[in-house]
């Protein structure tokens, strides 16, 4: 034992000028020595025999993990593909609200959802003649073909100012003008295409008039202005577009994520695709079938198109690392079966793939080949030297020996703290994003097992029988010669002379960032999972590769900010039985809302709030017999009943049946149950809406009455609320554990447990430019970035370890600072530079994905794990550096 290297390693702060101590000292030094050394004999017993094994009996352990991986990976039968994103573990209040809302409010028997058809024509009127016939006889090739109508309601399934001008014109000449109007009472649509037919356009032009009146108060007038643009000019017999919405039947209730039936995605593509044979206007179709057809085909175009690119990518970069054909196919067989371990897990577990795993893969194959240079290099390395302390002549067995023995702990705490990134995602509570974490720490395990044993015992096998056969195989690792060694030799001696100059300018860059983070912003619209329309490039690939035609988006953007879209309305709801009390509580949230910034205007420039009172009030305009019995029961004459309810509010229903039944529960038992619709600025953002319209809510309660605001606005802003709560009960978590583990370790293996907490330091600092970068591009946290910060830790510690373990190696064995931080930055430096080229490009070529948000997400990890790069090779030594002279080291 050396007493000057014992002198080194102890913490003990003595009087060295006392020649009484420096006895005292020595003994107490060496007893911290011994009681170090003795903690570790029996770790490093159990990792040398099990190192022994790989080593020793290389085609035995191929064997067992082989059939241990073909095993697992035959769960992967049990994966589907799936475009919905869960996002509760169990449905809030406001959710439930809507199921009610889609279940009650509707004039239709049973569970529907809508497709919107919207006719644009900007050089000319779609109120024409022409545009209505050609909308009326697409109804019927939609009635005539199979696979449409389907799931079609049996009557009442479309409704658009083509069928109401018709029906107008009918009832006229009939003489049939006062009978209430229903969806489910229009007439046939041979009987409507015929009288249009019948009609000259300057007949259809006045019939228009007439339904556009706006001094008219009449339920068809309302019916009709509501399809129209929100500047369309009331009045005027032109418009430049319209609307007309197609109700199909579903098995079950349809919220803001929806899951159709196949037969009604079918039903709604096929509507799509007849629309493309109308030739006089534009139809562009909007619906929740629409939706998640485009999303399922973005998840093979994305996969298709980044795949190959990918693949291309670790290739090129595995081949310039290594140079050597064998290691490369190692690499990539390892990655092959790190990936069908993966998908093997969550076969068994039951996760399907959606959007978000596209991800997994990718981020799999990262961290896989940053197991695999680590492993290739350290073994180069213990072969052929590193250019600052040669090893030449130790055999294969034994170099990969040293190599895992030497490796083996930083790769094993390497794999517990990503792990821990990854699986903080269980505290979110949102099921995909639990789902993402699970999958992606399953596949981390995997990818340990692979490159820490199985690749292993193949590369000494290869290796073996090549040298019996005279091919001594002795290559460089990466970065220890040539440009780049000598680049991180001086950047190690730099590291040691000016630690705290180099600290100064890490802590003012990680301050400014840490600044940017308190500033971020959450963000949430089902838009971000919607494909943005292929970039010119991919049309000259071939058709195999290249991604179809995505307009879904464009249209969404188009219909929300023209028009009154269903997904533009919130519900104030009410569940209890129905009173006079109720009703002048829902009248007074009626004129607040009216007020609110976010409620937009309809067609006549009244603002676009509907409730039972207002409804009932301008049906009294226009209906005599109502007015009457309105009036009667309204003592007060504020105009709202207050006797007689049941009595005014069954006339409402006879007079006028589909407004009331969008407004009010009727049951055999009475009146359950009232809500006011509201149709909000679909641009504005969901937080806005959502503060607006839970303020009119908590008035009305206020007054008295229990309401529930809800509607897609508001589900929209409870998932940006669970976002940011995941971001930082997320980033807490892992913060914490990856901080405990570090220490117990640290502490476990080398007795130094203030080193694994100075690990951590490179990666807060990395953190820190990630959210700043964020911030100064404007981009908020999302259903993909809000794991950032832990994916962050769990990725960049990775580095750190390597770092910080390689540096505790060294120094172990003559407690040189100098030597072992040059031995850490050269060797393991050199390995994390190839890691994070390889693995931040392959994060990159996300770029390339047809979906906004994993373009977003592929270009943040990259970005990170070049900042988790920069943090470790910059910061980190200089942080070893001070802490060595801390502990005594020189």
């Known amino acids: 034992m050396n007493p000057t290297h014992m002198w080194h390693v102890s913490p003990i702060a003595v009087d060295r000028h006392s020649i009484g101590d420096d006895y005292l000292q020595i003994v107490a030094r060496c007893v911290y020595q011994t009681n170090r050394e003795n903690r570790g004999v029996s770790a490093v017993s159990r990792l040398d025999t099990l190192v022994g094994t790989v080593t020793g009996r290389p085609k035995t352990v191929i064997a067992v993990l082989v059939v241990l991986i073909a095993l697992v990976g035959t769960g992967a039968a049990n994966i589907e593909k799936s475009p919905e994103m869960e996002l509760f573990s169990e449905d809030p209040p406001e959710v439930t609200a809507q199921e009610y809302v889609q279940s009650e409010f509707t004039p239709h028997e049973g569970n529907t959802t809508e497709l919107v058809v919207m006719v644009r024509n900007e050089s000319g009127s779609v109120l024409d003649r022409a545009s209505l016939l050609e909308s009326l006889r697409y109804q019927q090739t939609l009635r005539q073909n199979e696979t449409v109508n389907a799931t079609l309601l049996d009557s009442g399934a479309m409704f658009g100012i083509e069928n109401l001008v018709a029906t107008g014109a009918i009832q006229s000449e009939r003489g049939d003008t006062t009978g209430p109007l229903t969806r489910d009472a229009l007439p046939p649509l041979s009987a409507q295409v015929t009288q249009l037919e019948s009609m000259t356009d300057a007949e259809v032009q006045a019939a228009v008039t007439d339904l556009l009146d706006p001094t008219s108060e009449s339920a068809l007038t309302e019916a009709a202005l509501s399809l129209l643009p929100q500047d369309y000019e009331p009045g005027s017999p032109d418009a430049d577009g319209r609307i007309t919405i197609v109700t199909y039947r579903t098995d079950g209730l349809v919220v803001s994520v929806p899951e159709l039936s196949e037969a009604v995605r079918e039903g709604q593509v096929a509507a799509d695709e007849l629309a493309e044979d109308t030739s006089r206007d534009e139809y562009r179709l909007s619906g929740y079938g629409l939706l998640l057809v485009e999303e399922q085909a973005s998840i093979s175009d994305s996969l298709r198109l980044v795949g190959p690119l990918a693949l291309l990518f670790v290739v090129g970069t595995l081949a310039l690392a290594y140079r050597d054909l064998i290691d490369v196919v190692l690499g990539l067989v390892g990655i092959l079966l790190v990936l069908v371990w993966t998908f093997g897990v969550m076969g068994w577990l039951g996760i399907n793939f959606n959007l978000m795993m596209i991800a997994v893969p990718i981020l799999l194959i990262g961290l896989s080949i940053d197991y695999s240079i680590h492993v290739v290099m350290r073994y180069r390395e213990n072969r052929a030297g590193n250019g600052v302390t040669e090893q030449r002549g130790a055999s294969v067995a034994e170099a990969m020996h040293e190599t895992l023995v030497g490796l083996g702990p930083a790769l094993a705490l390497v794999t517990v703290t990503a792990m821990l990134g990854f699986l903080s995602t269980r505290v979110s509570g949102v099921p995909t994003l639990t789902d993402f974490g699970v999958a992606t720490a399953a596949g981390i395990v995997g990818a340990l ?75 949430f619209s089902t838009d971000d999972y919607i494909a943005e329309d292929a970039p010119d490039w991919t049309q000259e690939l071939p058709e195999s590769l290249a991604p179809g035609d995505y307009e879904l988006r464009e249209t969404r953007d188009i219909l929300y900010s023209s028009f009154q879209s269903p997904g533009q309305r919130v519900h104030i709801v009410s569940e209890t039985a129905v009173t006079p009390a109720t009703l002048e509580r829902l009248a007074a949230a009626e004129q607040d809302a009216a007020t609110r910034p976010v409620t937009v205007d309809g067609p006549t420039g009244e603002p676009a709030v509907t409730g039972p009172v207002g409804a009932m009030q301008t049906l009294a305009a226009s209906n005599e017999r109502f007015q009457s019995t309105l009036a009667a029961s309204d003592t007060d004459d504020d105009g709202v009943p207050d006797r007689h309810l049941e009595t005014v509010l069954d006339s409402f229903y006879e007079a006028s049946p589909d407004r009331a039944d969008q407004l009010l529960d009727r049951s055999e038992g009475g009146y359950e149950g009232a809500q006011v619709t509201v149709v909000v600025d679909g641009a504005e953002d969901p937080s806005v809406v959502a503060e607006q319209m839970r303020a009119v809510g908590d008035l009305t309660e206020r007054n008295g009455s229990a309401v529930t605001v809800t509607g897609d606005a508001i589900t929209n802003e409870l998932v940006q609320r669970q976002l940011a709560t995941t971001t930082v009960e997320g980033l807490a978590v892992t913060l914490v554990t990856v901080f405990a583990v570090l220490v117990v370790t640290f502490r476990y293996g080398r007795s130094l447990g203030s080193l694994g907490a100075l690990t951590l330091a490179p990666v807060l600092f990395g953190l820190t430019w990630i959210l700043g970068a964020m911030y100064v591009v404007d981009l908020p946290f999302s259903f993909a970035t809000a794991l950032i910060g832990s994916i962050a830790i769990g990725l960049g510690v990775d580095y750190a370890i390597h770092m910080s373990e390689r540096f505790g190696h060294e120094l172990d064995s003559d407690g040189d600072v100098e030597r072992a931080l040059e031995e850490s930055v050269v060797g393991t430096g050199g390995a994390l530079l190839g890691s994070a080229a390889t693995t931040a490009g392959g994060f990159g070529v996300l770029a390339f994905a047809i979906l906004p948000v994993i373009q977003q997400f592929g270009l943040l990890i990259a970005l990170t794990l070049v900042a988790a790069f920069l943090a470790s090779v910059l910061a980190l030594p200089s942080l070893l550096v001070l802490w060595s002279r801390w502990a005594g080291y020189r």
């Open 449 to 523: 097992v692979v490159f820490g044993s199985l690749v292993p015992a193949c590369k000494v096998v290869l290796e073996e029988w090549l040298v019996t056969r005279g091919h001594e195989r002795r290559h460089r690792a990466v970065g220890t010669t040539g440009t780049m060694g000598a680049g991180l030799r001086r950047l190690a001696r730099v590291s040691y002379r000016r630690p705290v100059a180099i600290l100064a300018i890490v802590l003012l860059v990680s301050s400014l960032g840490a600044a940017g983070a308190t500033q971020l912003d959450t963000s």
